[in-house]
């Protein structure tokens, strides 16, 4: 199964833009790499998906490498509200059947400081 | 607010006693799933139910009993737990199993925060 990695913690000055990096090295071509974030105390929120082209919401824009081993998510302007643990995800297909599940990485810790 | 609504938030129980989450859902989603979640670690995938029926049980022990009653609602009983089983318990739905072709979101409640004395 592919696997994420991403840095533990990162901070981010309250106006800039967050950049949080993701490897995926052994991702494969059919799965897609999703970005949730938790909120303390909150459930997980989705922030956004994309498979091989840059994509962009009104969250986030997530920017994707041309081998697909690695991604980026970047949230333009950093608010206070945007302190949360941001968890890189693929989505997998199972060795049997055809219900795909989201392996989750451990997550970056951002904090945004005013 | 979330669109996921879980009860009770918080529940303290013993090892010996019986329990429910209940967990539910307006948007009309048919995929629902049970995660849990230890501290400082993420979500882990218990189960999921699609229309209603139980579509992927990941190994869990059978202390934990899932039931999905309707489309709306899911349950997650609860019975001679252990004290590793303290964690927070996060319940989330999507329009339909993220199969082949679908590449709806989950959308998650804010989980029962469950302590096994």
């Known amino acids: 199964d592919a696997k994420t990695t991403q840095p533990p913690s990162m901070d981010c000055a309250e106006g800039r833009a967050a950049n949080l990096p993701c490897n995926h090295s052994?991702?494969?071509?059919?799965?897609?790499v999703y970005w949730y974030r938790q909120i303390h105390s909150q459930g997980p929120q989705y922030i956004i998906h994309?498979?091989?082209?840059?994509e962009t919401n009104e969250m986030a824009s997530l920017i994707i490498t041309e081998d697909r081993k690695s991604s980026t998510l970047i949230l333009p302007h950093a608010t206070l509200r945007d302190t949360a643990v941001y968890y890189c995800i693929v989505r997998v297909a199972p060795r049997v059947g055809n219900n795909r599940k989201l392996i989750w990485g451990l997550g970056t810790s951002l904090a945004v400081n005013p | 607010d979330t669109e996921v609504t879980q009860t009770p938030k918080h529940l303290v129980m013993g090892m010996t006693n019986k329990k429910s989450l209940k967990c539910e859902q307006h948007?009309?989603?048919?995929?629902m799933y049970w995660y849990k979640q230890k501290a400082k670690k993420p979500p882990e995938l218990m189960f999921v139910y699609s229309y209603e029926k139980l579509s992927i049980n990941e190994s869990v022990p059978s202390r934990f009993s899932p039931e999905c009653p309707n489309s709306s609602l899911l349950n997650l009983h609860l019975h001679a737990l252990q004290p590793e089983d303290s964690a927070l318990y996060l319940c989330?739905?999507?329009?339909?199993?993220?199969?082949?072709?679908?590449?709806?979101?989950?959308?998650f409640g804010d989980g029962t925060r469950l302590s096994i004395l």
């Open positions: 994309g498979l091989k082209n840059n």
């Open positions: 989330a739905s999507s329009q339909s199993l993220q199969g082949f072709i679908s590449n709806q979101p989950q959308h």
């Open positions: 948007m009309g989603h048919r995929a």
């Open positions: 052994t991702i494969s071509g059919n799965e897609y």
